[in-house]
């Protein structure tokens, strides 16, 4: 098989896992997106698994969204970042995508609404949570948690949406299981306690490995990278840990 064949199989056996996963979790069918994490992607191949049928992709890297941007820009496709962004990179980033699902701290929500009003515009944002306390992680502290959604909240060019977490690094999925449920419990009392506003329940969560159990424990976006286009040259552990990127 060629590589664009190898990518519409992958994609094919990723839908039929969220599709499982959704129905043992008992929720309703369609209700978990697949996003397609696509840090060190070839433009080219995420093209193909685009035209393929996917709607929804993620880039950790602004010059990376750049690079891809000829390839990608005309396809009908929904662009986030999830990854680490430095408010110098704030202006730029805002030319490529829809939402930022990684705000984490309060400078950040400070700089994208200032140039967000400069631009006359609105911008989607997730909340990032940092669930698993690992250093190399970035993400507000759980702690933290509200006090950054009332910051967001009271900006408004900034439309949140839910949460995100990367959660913990490990090879049985029952180990990350406390993550995504941690994620879930703040997003539901935020809720509760209308800090968030109604239907802001997103939460972005669950890869490749974990991804069924990100479902069980309520995730309705999955990032997926590897199971689709195959295994990059290192581990997601050394993609995810920004601090040393």
């Not at 408010?87 to 309060?106: F, M, W």
């Not at 948690?145 to 029952?174: H, N, W, Y």
């Amino acid at each position: 098989m060629n590589e664009a064949t190898d990518i519409i199989s992958n994609l094919g056996i990723v839908k039929e896992r969220i599709a499982v996963a959704t129905e043992k979790a008992g929720r309703v069918p369609g209700s978990v997106r697949l996003l397609l994490a696509t840090k060190t992607v070839p433009a080219e191949r995420i093209r193909v698994a685009i035209e393929a049928g996917s709607a929804l992709t993620g880039e950790n890297k602004v010059q990376e969204l750049k690079e891809k941007d000829h390839l990608l820009r005309n396809l009908p496709v929904e662009r986030h970042f999830i990854g680490h962004l430095q408010t110098n990179k704030i202006k730029e980033v805002l030319k490529y995508v829809n939402c930022i699902q990684s705000l984490d701290r309060p400078e950040l929500a400070e700089k994208l609404h200032q140039r967000l009003v400069y631009e006359g515009r609105t911008m989607e944002v997730l909340v990032q949570v940092n669930t698993s306390f690992e250093q190399s992680k970035f993400g507000t502290h759980p702690d933290d948690a509200f006090r950054l959604i009332e910051k967001v909240r009271s900006l408004d060019t900034l439309q949140v949406k839910g949460l995100m977490t990367i959660g913990l690094f490990a090879a049985d999925p029952e180990k990350v299981r406390p993550s995504f449920r941690l994620l879930r419990e703040i997003r539901d009392q935020a809720l509760r306690s209308g800090l968030l506003p109604p239907g802001a329940d997103v939460l972005s969560m669950g890869m490749s490995g974990d991804l069924e159990t990100a479902i069980e424990e309520g995730a309705t976006i999955v990032r997926v990278g590897t199971s689709i286009f195959g295994k990059r040259q290192y581990p997601d552990s050394y993609y995810w840990n920004e601090r040393n990127n």
